[in-house]
Structure formats: C-alpha cells, structure tokens
C-alpha cells in the first residue's frame, strides 16, 4: 500500500470535508458512513489530537497550506472550551460550552500541549508556544504530585495508560527544539514509572493496566486485566525514545512491551487484537467482544517499528497479518476513512466512521509512522 497516499487523499480530507465547524470552530467527531454529523458534542481531547495530527502531516509530509488552515481553526476553539480557572472540559457542547469536565485527569490538557506544539512548529506564532506551555506546566504539576504521593486509602489503584500518554506529550513538545531539556526529564519519569512502577510482570508475561498504589498484582476476579492498545502505544513510544536517544536499555524495554502487549501464538486465534483481555481467564481477550479500530493501529505500527530496529521476521509477520485483517474489516476504500467497530471476523458492528472517541488521530498516527519507516529507513523523520 501506498501510505502516503492513503493518508493524504483517503484519510485527512474526509475530516476537513465533513468534521469542520464554519460556526463555532474546532472539530465535530460524530459522523456516519457518509460524513454527516449525527452529534454535534465535542470531545476536547480530539481539538488537540487532530490538530497535531494535520500540524505533524504539514511538518513531516506535506506542507499543504488546508493543513494549516485546519489548525488554525482547531486552535481557535481554545478559547471557547477554557474554563474559568485554566483547564480544558472534556465535552463541550458545539459553541464551546463545557458539558463534562473530568477534574482528576488532564487528557485533554496533554493532547492540547502536543497539537499545540507541533502547530507552532509550523506556524511561528509565539502565542501558540505561549498557550502550549501553559497546558504543559499543568500536566506536569499534576503528574508529578500524582507519582510522589503516598495514598492509603483502600482499593486505591495506579494505572498504566497515563504514563504512556505524558511520554508522547513530552515528546512532541520537546522535538520543538524550545527548553528541550526540561520535557527530557518528564519523559524519563515517565518510562521510570512504567519500567518499574509494577505494570510489567515478568511471570504472566503482561503489562497490567492497573496495579495497586505500592505496584502489586490486583488478585480481585476481574482485576488482572491488560489493556492491549495501550501496551502497544507504549511499546513504540519507548522504543522511539530508544531511537532518538540511541537507548538500548529503552529499545529493549520498548521490545519487552511488545512482545507482552498479547499473549504468544494469538494470531492462531484472533483475526484481531482484542480492546482487554484477563490475565487469568481469557489470555486472547473476550472473543465475543468488540475489536475496535485504534487497537489495531498500535498494534501494527509498533510490529512494523519493532521489525525496523531489530529485524525479527516474526514482527514483520504480525504486522502484514494485522494490517491486512484490519484494512479488511474497517477501510471503506470508496467513501474514505476506516469504521470503528468490529466483531473478531471483521464484521461491521456500526458504519459510523466518528464518534466521542473516533477522530483523525489513531489511524493517521499509525499512517505518518509507517510513512517515515517507508521512506526513510527509520522512525527519526516521524520524530524529528
């Protein structure tokens, strides 16, 4: 497949086309099979992510100037959906008027920071960098407090899926070339607290999403439970950090992340990565349950990323066997875009393309990673 194409004449124009609000500004994520908006609710978090999406494409493919328009828009929309006391809702109604906020996480914070930092790196408005650090001190104000304090409270627990998110947002801020040292630091808090805050469990061969407040197993029915997406995210953030910093303690443990993301030999029993699966009780996940579209996008591009670096045939095989059963299952080839929602034979659940949760993030983010492996021999180009 030519990604490059693909992700230019396929994937981003179906959002421009359809997802733009003339009116209000920023981007509505609810469309049907054909584009049309069938919620005008706004998740903030995809105010963020789409626009890094469209500033990292100008940056890294193509400096097409709708591109920039689109960002230009997305940022805007800041205005409209910043509470009174600095933070971001997390859905806003379409003018901007916050209708959830989720006052002990900072996602959409962290997502503003990294499409804020790379529009800047497009446009030079030294407001942008402004707002972007802005983000940024209050995620890192949190993440710190939030790993230095001692909590005692019962059933009180620590999840994996914030430390991955805090590595990309420092990493997409500090590739600026601006304070690059400062967003260091955070990065390496971050991969510390996933290497060695009691997520990776050697013996089950797992990554837990969720561990308890000293990092022991969660033994509760139900509770050893790993979130495959979110290992494989992490995977390829990691082993990216390991490639830009010439790591090979982090390589490895990027290659570790991998290879434990799902159970050995589940391609002999999924057509697709599951969205969770028990430790104990169902090692390849529910296969009664939905596979949804963003799970296999990590999965494919941190096979292909692994295969790059290490050159382990078996990575390239995961990869070409995921890539073809996803495209399979969710690429609608005549009306642009991918479908959200599969069952594990690859049958449609809904013919949504967009949704709360859906925008153009995943899969695009996937499409500039493979981008950069294609054409450049390695991952630097995506990163840079």
Known sequence: MNYRKYLTEDILPFWIKNAVDNVHGGIMTHLDKDGNVYCEDKNVWFIGRSMWTYAVAYNTVEQRQEYLDMCERLYRFYEKCELPDGRLAHITECDGTAKKISPKLFYSEMHAVMGLAQYYKACKKEEVWQLANKYYDTVEAWYREKRSKKQTEEGVVRSFGPNLLVLSMAQFIRNVGRNAEKYDELAKMAIDEMMHGGYVNDEYRT???????????????????????????????????????????????GRKLCDYAMAEGFEKVRRLIPTMRDVKTAPFGNQEEVCYWWTQCEAIITYRLAYNIFGDKKYLELANYLEKNAFGAFADFKGGEWYSEATDEGELVNKNKGSLIKGPFHLPRMLLGLISLEETGSIHRYMQ
Request: charged letters at 25%; hydrophobic letters at 40%.
């Open 207 to 253: 990554v837990f999403e969720k561990v308890s407040e000293s990092g022991e197993i969660l033994t509760a029915d139900g509770a050893m439970q790993s979130c495959p997406g979110h290992v494989f995210e992490a995977a390829w953030f990691v082993m990216c950090e390991g490639e830009v910093k010439n790591n090979d303690e982090y390589r490895a443990f």
